[in-house]
């Protein structure tokens, strides 16, 4: 189910938060499986936020937010490797980035933990926080490995 097919009931949902921004054209890096887990990451994102509108209860967000943290190391992992075997020069700003992504789930966890569930604007954010990464970060490795194997 997709956040925009739950009902929403305004009193679970802050004023000033929106959902996560989906998956778009300009995010096609033309790298299959990165494509692949880019589109299900977004889709995690915007299925828990989904789920926080919805008002789901805490173990269902708890079991949502581990999903997103998995598949987000996972994806994280896979671009390290293909970036090191290929000897992408931008890898360790590119790694930094990924760390950075890694930590605003890792915080939501954490809060979590601690008895705060995620709210709207922080997955948001950690929305925009990806989207900009893919649409630029990973566009340009894609570029690189792209014209590494087209030689
Ligand atoms: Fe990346
Ligand atoms: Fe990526």
Redesign the pocket.
């Known amino acids: 189910m997709l956040w925009y097919s739950l009902n929403v009931n305004p009193a679970h949902a802050p004023r000033s938060a929106r959902p996560p921004a989906g998956w778009r054209r300009q995010l096609e890096?033309g790298l299959e499986p990165?494509d692949r887990?880019?589109r299900d990451?977004l889709e995690a994102l915007a299925h828990l936020a989904g789920a926080v509108e919805a008002g789901a209860p805490k173990a269902k967000l708890e079991e949502e937010l581990a999903f997103l943290a998995r598949h987000l190391i996972k994806?994280?992992q896979?671009?390290e490797t293909l970036m090191r075997e290929a000897g992408f020069p931008g890898r360790v700003a590119h790694a930094n980035q990924?760390q950075e992504l890694v930590h605003l789930v890792r915080d939501l966890q954490y809060r979590q933990a601690k008895g705060q569930s995620p709210d709207l604007e922080a997955l948001s954010r950690i929305g925009i926080g990806?989207d900009q990464?893919?649409c630029e970060?990973?566009l340009a490795?894609a570029g690189y490995l792209k014209a590494l194997h087209a030689v």
Request: net charge negative; glycine share 0%.
């Open positions: 890096t990165l887990q880019h990451l994806h994280c896979t671009e990924h990806l990464h893919i970060s990973d490795m």
